[in-house]
């Protein structure tokens, strides 16, 4: 009973903890968070400085004193309290205008495929400290397949291809559950790594992060394309150490990037080898839904339904999918319990 009167009052949360982005749902209220997953500490002090968006602003243009932390690799928690004075300040943003005696929020937070205990342990120790009344743990592919409204619950096989910042995770799904799945460390942030070594091997060009970033989203392509693009890219001369510029075309980062796209490609190719042939012809039927911010890459769905043979689409808003679909889980409670993931601590 008094459960029941809590939710009523308490502004539940879906929270995805991106290893670039970090998004919070609130029901009722839809996608109310919707950040850079970095923070900036005082290594003097150990004191936080800024979090998301403002913490963002001061990559690469901090003193000695001051580092900036990505508290989030992989998708998995990489330094426990650093991500959990984050999510409390996520979670208190939220909750700021709220009267002073609304309950603690019921959570569920997306974790990827490939957890060991002791992180499934760590994200949920985490949103605990960081307020949380009740935790709901739900592998990301279903969270995003939900999101993505497929249909998740029924006897059919359904194929996500959730490409994050830190990782890609493949998976086919039918009755509520994972059948079959890869999960690669090659997603947005290795593309990006990859566009900074071809600016070090060619050009003798030391790029920072965010410009790289920002060069993949405009002009980085899976495809060649029907208009050619190119654009500056600025960075230090790794001989003289002064500041250069020199103009790149999508064809030399398609070039750039090309190796990571091949092994995501690769390990779709390898997850349907070992899916049933009653899911595989379902796929081949229905096609497969891409995800995340990585979905959003110029050609990629075209070359992956070329590589494959399997109709390939991209998710309405791919970046915000997974924490929507973690939104819609909220509202359903029976199905929120058939898809959580089993955890240690008693609810």
């Given at each position: 009973?008094?459960?029941?009167l809590?939710?009523k009052f308490?502004k539940d949360?879906?929270?995805?903890?991106?290893?670039?982005n970090?998004?919070?749902y609130?029901?009722?209220?839809?996608?109310?968070?919707n950040?850079?997953?970095i923070?900036?500490?005082?290594?003097?002090?150990s004191?936080?400085i800024?979090i998301?968006?403002d913490?963002?602003?001061?990559?690469?243009?901090?003193p000695?004193?001051i580092?900036?932390?990505k508290?989030l690799s992989?998708?998995?928690?990489?330094?426990?309290?650093?991500?959990?004075?984050?999510?409390?300040h996520?979670?208190?943003?939220?909750?700021?205008?709220?009267f002073s005696f609304a309950?603690?929020?019921?959570v569920?937070?997306?974790?990827?495929?490939?957890?060991?205990?002791?992180?499934k342990?760590?994200?949920e120790d985490?949103?605990?400290l960081?307020?949380?009344?009740?935790v709901?743990?739900?592998?990301?592919?279903?969270a995003?397949?939900?999101?993505?409204?497929?249909p998740?619950?029924?006897s059919?096989?359904s194929?996500?291809v959730?490409?994050?910042?830190?990782?890609?995770?493949?998976?086919?799904?039918?009755?509520n559950?994972?059948?079959?799945?890869?999960s690669?460390?090659?997603?947005?942030d290795?593309?990006?790594k990859?566009?900074?070594?071809?600016?070090?091997?060619n050009?003798?060009?030391?790029?920072g992060?965010?410009i790289a970033?920002?060069?993949?989203?405009?002009?980085?392509?899976?495809m060649?394309?029907?208009?050619p693009?190119e654009?500056?890219?600025?960075?230090r001369?790794?001989v003289?150490?002064l500041?250069?510029?020199?103009?790149?075309?999508?064809?030399?980062?398609?070039?750039?990037?090309?190796?990571g796209?091949?092994?995501i490609i690769?390990?779709?190719?390898?997850t349907?080898?070992?899916t049933p042939?009653?899911?595989?012809a379902?796929?081949y039927?229905?096609?497969?839904?891409?995800?995340?911010?990585?979905?959003?890459l110029k050609?990629?769905?075209?070359?992956i339904?070329?590589?494959?043979?399997v109709?390939?689409?991209i998710?309405?808003?791919p970046?915000?999918?997974a924490?929507r679909?973690?939104?819609?889980?909220?509202?359903?409670?029976a199905?929120?319990k058939q898809?959580s993931?089993p955890t240690?601590?008693?609810k």
């Open positions: 009973m008094f459960k029941k809590l939710g308490s949360l879906g929270v995805d903890l991106g290893t670039s970090i998004l919070v609130a029901k009722d209220k839809g996608i109310v968070i950040e850079p997953s923070v900036a500490v005082n290594a003097r002090t004191q936080i800024a998301g968006r913490a963002q602003e001061m990559l690469g243009k901090t000695a004193h580092a900036i932390s508290p992989k998708g998995i928690i990489s330094d426990f309290e650093v991500t959990e004075k984050m999510l409390r996520f979670i208190l943003k939220v909750h700021e205008n709220s309950p603690r929020p019921r569920a937070a997306g974790i990827p495929l490939e957890i060991t205990e002791v992180e342990k760590a994200v985490a949103l605990y960081a307020g949380a009344r009740e709901h743990l739900v592998e990301e592919p279903i995003a397949a939900i999101g993505a409204r497929l998740v619950e029924e059919l096989g194929m996500v959730n490409i994050g910042g830190g990782i890609t995770q493949i998976a086919v799904l039918s009755l559950g994972v059948v079959t799945w890869k690669i460390p090659i997603a947005g290795e593309l990006t990859s566009i900074i070594q071809f600016a070090r091997d050009f003798n060009l030391f790029l992060e965010r970033e920002f060069i993949k989203m405009r002009i980085g392509s899976a060649e394309l029907e208009v693009l654009m500056e890219m600025r960075g001369n790794l003289t150490g500041p250069a510029e020199v103009i790149v075309n999508d064809e030399q980062i398609r070039g750039a990037i090309s190796r796209i091949n092994a690769d390990n779709i190719k390898a349907l080898e070992v042939p009653e899911l595989t379902d796929i039927e229905r096609g497969m839904v891409l995800t995340g911010g990585g979905a959003l050609g990629l769905d075209k070359l339904a070329g590589a494959t043979e109709p390939v689409r998710a309405d808003d970046l915000t999918c924490v679909g973690l939104g819609v889980l909220l509202e359903n409670q199905l929120l898809v993931v240690g601590r008693k």
